[in-house]
């Protein structure tokens, strides 16, 4: 195992070990395995093409080599920005085993997030294809180099990295040598070392670094095995960006881990996800509930063979309920989910053997070795059943990179990682997301919640997506604004949305006091509704009175 690069407590990872969560194996090596044991098996499918696992091995030794062979120097950084899509695995897998760290730039990230990101952790190198989303990558890096940030090195790959490619790097066909196996293991990452940097999902201004080794989202994986029994005959669906913390256990860790194959979209559609779960007989899907609920929309979900889903994976924001309940009738998937952050990992998790109203009215059973408490401005309030969530155990992350301030309100002095939530736990010990601390709307100094908003307005048979934000207000502080996104041939009036809420029996205050329709409601780089934009929209939509 390599430590020189680890940034692990020592004595954490003695415990860990000991306790069975985390090992001395990385990706890596499970990706050498599969390419022995199964080379021909599927490890990546997409609508254009099919990677096996012997060719993801032999992608990833390429990236390695030409790293190497340009210079690259152990525990260096390098900007990655990829859409999903088997290059992204192979260069994660390849940066592996040059001894290098990935900064993960997020698909949809626009100039001055990336600019951001590689300054803040310091990256020499760049990876990407030729043309990113229509923008040319190399104008991109004049710029960047114009402006004075030092990316020394931009290597561009083919859209395909099966056979016998070669990047370009630096303007240049690369000459490097395919080294051999035996060229990597000296300098190779290894599982409690500092292999990513990713962001959060940046909703709201510059998003922070958050630092990854491997061994917390190997923890990650078995938990996730353990509660949706998955095996290596399972196919995955991952539907979300491949940088984050759900598309990275989800498309990277876990398939790659058990030696499963998994369907990805460089973009996600509804028609193209319904033609590939059917096609390639996908058994689990992943995606968060904004994808579910696009799904459901779609017509094509009631006419074709989706019976293959056996599993569903969603979170990373509240689960609407009857949404999800819809899916599962309609689909046959149970549904499963798994609270926790891309700092954090995992607090609780829902069970193939708990009861629907557990799964979906729930986020599950809160972890007994994520150690999670309950606070109240940082007073441990864990025996009143309701506060602000915090843990510390395997699956936490270090924190953020080189960020001080941020980290303070990270950590609680007990060593606990927050969550930005307002959470219920049970008798049982089960944990149920009641509010959000940075998503709480405070209506004449009442908090209401913006998620349970969200849902109700989205049990209107018009509605796709609905986004609750604070308006601000002179009498009240914050009334409730609600941005919609309506089913295709579908209309909704402000009176008629009142209407079907009444018609629920909803309490008063969880009306919105303003309704707007847009076409499409922003996304973040996350794959999830950008609450920031919207709420800087109600700044100046809205005349307060």
Known sequence: MSGFRSI???????RYRAD???G?????DHVRRAARDTPTKAAYLTPESTMTFAELDDAADRVASTLIGHGVRPGDRLAVRLPDGPPIHAVFVGCERAGV?????G??????????LITKTGATWFISHAMHRGEDQSAVVDVLRADGIAVQHHMVLPSDVRGTWQAIVDGELSRAPLLPASAFLARAIGPDDLFLINSTSGTTGLPKCVTHFQNRWVYFHRKAAAHGELTSDDVFFSAVPVPFGFGLWTSHTTPLILGASTVQLERFDTATAIDMIEQHRVTVLCCVSTQFIMLLNDPEIERRDLSSLRVMFTGGEAVPYERALRFEQTTGATVLQFYGSNETGLLSGTTLVDTPEQRLRTAG??????????????????AAGRGQPGCIGPATSTGYLDDDAANAELFTDSGHMLMADICAVDADGYLSVVGRTSDIIIRGGKNISAAQVEDEVGTHPAVALAAAVPVPDATFGERVGVYVELRPGTSLSFDGLLDHLRSRGLSRELFPEHFVVMDELPRSSGAKVAKGTLKQDAQTRFVTT
């Open 20 to 22: 069975g969560w985390w």
């Open 101 to 105: 760290t990935v900064v993960g730039i």
């Open 8 to 14: 692990v407590d020592p004595s954490l990872a003695r």
């Open 24 to 28: 001395d194996e990385t990706i890596s």
């Open 107 to 116: 698909a949809r990230s626009g100039d001055r997030e990336l600019r951001h």
């Open 365 to 382: 059973r809160t972890v007994p070795e994520m150690n999670v408490r309950l606070f109240d401005v940082r007073v441990d309030v864990t």
